[in-house]
């Protein structure tokens, strides 16, 4: 009896075995090295950004011979400020206006009864499963019969619907108390004007991390860009780097200067608002 109390208090179980090691300390050991390994290559983008064209891939992450022509090169060869403008102005429309019609949707879903309600949120659900090469060419044919081609129109309207945002959303408002929809409606309110004076600012967390998905999303977007569009002032960033790099093979220097200028803004952003991302997720699948 002694013995295991003894044992007991250093530390261990009685008859001399060791309690296992914190499953919370190897999962924290875990994700070090995982966040190590993802941000690696980041990391090395940005130092070899800084490096000559004779340095770039001599296989230091540290440059030895620090540089800013590279960027300068980058922005004045080529119009790369333009292909930010054409992606930064194409991603805030479509996150603007497909949060508008999304939470909308999604709010009809979630709280208005109406024949079919579940069938349809069932047939919008099962788009989630269709990959996007799928219906490419159909997309392609439909734009072009609407003369969508070459134009912001073309890379903004086929983009604004997506089945992920209303099933977030309406995940979302099935968790908010009906009270205060139901003290509206007796108060005269009609659905729209609950919708927008009740829903829509008790939505503001949701919304925030759907409009971080939705603008990197589309900054990131390249096949419908690439189909859709030929005239140069139309070129989105990634079609920006990905002929960039087509035209300078070798130059790996200009072609990692660029990439780091797309990619630094997202990583604030993301930084910036990584809590309401990752809360946004835990919650929406509760009810």
């Given at each position: 009896?002694?013995?295991?109390?003894?044992?007991?208090?250093?530390?261990?179980?009685?008859?001399?075995?060791?309690?296992?090691?914190?499953?919370?300390?190897?999962?924290?050991?875990?994700?070090?090295?995982?966040?190590?390994?993802?941000?690696?290559?980041?990391?090395?983008?940005?130092?070899?950004?800084?490096?000559?064209?004779?340095?770039?891939?001599?296989?230091?992450?540290?440059p030895r011979d620090f540089t800013f022509d590279n960027?300068?090169?980058?922005?004045?060869?080529?119009?790369?400020?333009?292909?930010?403008?054409?992606?930064?102005?194409?991603?805030?429309?479509?996150?603007?206006?497909?949060?508008?019609?999304?939470?909308?949707?999604?709010?009809?879903?979630?709280?208005?009864?109406?024949?079919?309600?579940?069938?349809?949120?069932?047939?919008?659900?099962?788009?989630?499963?269709v990959t996007p090469p799928v219906v490419l060419?159909?997309?392609?044919?439909?734009?072009?019969?609407?003369?969508?081609?070459?134009?912001?129109?073309?890379?903004?309207?086929?983009?604004?619907?997506?089945?992920?945002?209303?099933?977030?959303?309406?995940?979302?408002?099935?968790?908010?108390?009906?009270?205060?929809?139901?003290?509206?409606?007796?108060?005269?309110?009609?659905?729209?004007?609950?919708?927008?004076?009740?829903?829509?600012?008790?939505?503001?967390?949701?919304?925030?991390?759907?409009?971080?998905?939705?603008?990197?999303?589309?900054?990131?977007?390249?096949?419908?860009?690439?189909?859709?569009?030929?005239?140069?002032?139309?070129?989105?960033?990634?079609?920006?780097?990905?002929?960039?790099?087509?035209?300078?093979?070798?130059?790996?220097?200009?072609?990692?200067?660029?990439?780091?200028?797309?990619?630094?803004?997202?990583?604030?952003?993301?930084?910036?608002?990584?809590?309401?991302?990752?809360?946004?997720?835990?919650?929406?699948?509760?009810?």
């Amino acid at each position: 009896m002694a013995s295991d109390t003894v044992a007991t208090r250093s530390g261990g179980t009685p008859g001399g075995r060791r309690r296992p090691v914190s499953s919370r300390t190897g999962l924290t050991v875990l994700a070090v090295v995982v966040s190590l390994i993802s941000l690696f290559p980041v990391l090395w983008m940005v130092t070899s950004s800084f490096k000559t064209r004779t340095t770039v891939t001599d296989g230091n992450l540290i440059p030895r011979d620090f540089t800013f022509d590279n960027f300068v090169y980058v922005f004045t060869e080529v119009p790369f400020a333009r292909y930010l403008w054409n992606s930064f102005f194409t991603s805030a429309v479509i996150t603007v206006v497909a949060l508008f019609f999304h939470s909308m949707a999604a709010y009809a879903l979630a709280r208005l009864r109406f024949p079919g309600r579940d069938k349809l949120f069932g047939a919008i659900f099962a788009t989630l499963l269709v990959t996007p090469p799928v219906v490419l060419i159909p997309l392609f044919m439909v734009a072009r019969q609407l003369h969508l081609l070459d134009s912001y129109a073309g890379l903004i309207v086929p983009a604004v619907f997506n089945a992920f945002g209303i099933f977030l959303l309406r995940q979302f408002y099935l968790q908010l108390p009906r009270e205060l929809e139901e003290a509206a409606v007796v108060d005269g309110c009609g659905h729209w004007r609950v919708y927008w004076n009740i829903v829509l600012p008790m939505s503001r967390p949701i919304l925030s991390a759907l409009a971080i998905f939705f603008f990197l999303a589309n900054w990131n977007a390249f096949v419908w860009p690439l189909v859709a569009t030929s005239d140069q002032d139309l070129t989105v960033v990634q079609l920006g780097i990905a002929s960039f790099q087509t035209q300078y093979g070798s130059n790996w220097n200009y072609i990692l200067a660029a990439a780091t200028v797309a990619a630094l803004p997202m990583l604030l952003l993301f930084f910036a608002f990584q809590r309401q991302i990752v809360e946004s997720v835990k919650t929406s699948g509760l009810k």
